[in-house]
């Protein structure tokens, strides 16, 4: 997934992204972003 587009549906659609992450020893983890509308906060989880 590139980061133009994660940042275009956080920013413009209001999406919550789930990212894949290799951690290079053949394990992958997931990362949630969501933004917060209320701050204007991206939030990584």
């Known amino acids: 997934m590139h ?3 994660v ?5 413009n659609k209001g999406k ?6 290799n951690t290079g ?3 992958w983890v997931s990362m949630m972003i969501s933004k917060d509308n209320d ?5 990584f989880t």
């Open 25 to 27: 020893h053949g394990h």
């Open 39 to 43: 701050t204007n906060k991206i939030i």
């Open 16 to 21: 919550v992204v789930l990212m894949p992450i």
């Open 7 to 11: 940042h275009e549906d956080l920013k």
């Open 3 to 5: 980061l133009e587009r």
